[in-house]
């Protein structure tokens, strides 16, 4: 199933190429002293990301991760939310070390890449062209209002048949990754960048689906595909 390089690689964005919980954690602070409630930190932000918008307001909100927040203040807490983030959105996010060098090597070969993500797409083109890396992807797919979120298949589906069609592989850091992928009948390919948050991707893999460290790792791995 491994054993050379597929013809599309789909990749999550939050946590699996990135580092953006310390940009998330200000404009949730942002929008949680709007409305008068306590502030969270880093930390605990980062356990809540990476089911969506929706899901991380209703637990900003709430402080509870099954919290669901009061319609209107959701709705609100959303707007409020974008407003701050987009002005600082690519602030503090940094690209996973290994990251530069393994875009720039598939970039340079046969394989397509994308960036599937459940970030909505502004946010997600925004960040990627501060960093400097959208010309390493062939396609960034985000969040829409008609395209359901991971673990909903369909962005992973729509992106390999925009791209061309044939083998894709997924790589992501939550079991929301692995689920799209399970799915869309991907293999699946674990990264655990972050340390354990409570949500370690090895305790949900199954034995023959490799899981690395680092984006460095990985790269080692892909290029003895094809050695």
Same mark, same amino acid.
């Given at each position: 199933? $491994? ?7 789909? /990749?999550?964005? @939050? ?9 998330? &954690?200000?404009?949730? =602070?942002?929008?949680?002293?709007? /409305? ?29 991760? @099954? ?17 701050? $983030? ?9 690209? *996973?070390? +290994?990251?530069?060098?393994?875009? +720039?090597?598939? &970039? ?13 797409? =502004? *946010? &997600? ?20 209002? =008609?395209?359901?979120?991971?673990? @909903? ?22 079991? *929301? ?17 972050? +340390? @354990? ?14 899981? /690395? ?15």
């Amino acid at each position: 199933m $491994y054993r050379a390089l597929p013809d599309i690689m789909l /990749f999550d964005l @939050d946590g699996t190429i990135i580092d953006s919980v310390p940009d998330i &954690a200000e404009a949730v =602070n942002a929008m949680l002293t709007e /409305f008068n409630l306590p502030v969270a930190s880093v930390q605990r932000v980062r356990g809540w990301v990476g089911r969506g918008l929706s899901t991380l307001m209703h637990r900003a909100l709430t402080g509870e991760d @099954d919290g669901t927040a009061a319609p209107g203040a959701h709705d609100e807490s959303i707007s409020v939310f974008r407003r701050h $983030y987009q002005h600082c959105c690519a602030r503090q996010t940094t690209v *996973f070390a +290994g990251g530069e060098a393994l875009f +720039g090597w598939l &970039a340079d070969s046969a394989v397509k890449v994308a960036i599937v993500t459940n970030k909505p797409t =502004n *946010f &997600a083109v925004q960040i990627a062209a501060t960093l400097g890396i959208t010309g390493h992807f062939d396609l960034i797919l985000g969040a829409e209002p =008609n395209r359901p979120l991971k673990p @909903d298949p369909a962005a992973l589906l729509e992106a390999a048949a925009r791209l061309g069609g044939g083998v894709a592989w997924m790589v992501g850091d939550t079991v *929301f990754d692995r689920d799209a992928a399970v799915s869309a009948g991907m293999p699946f390919l674990g990264v655990q960048l972050e +340390g @354990d948050q409570g949500r370690n991707i090895a305790d949900i893999t199954t034995g023959d689906e490799p899981v /690395f460290e680092s984006l460095r790792d990985l790269h080692v791995w892909l290029q003895e595909r094809v050695a």
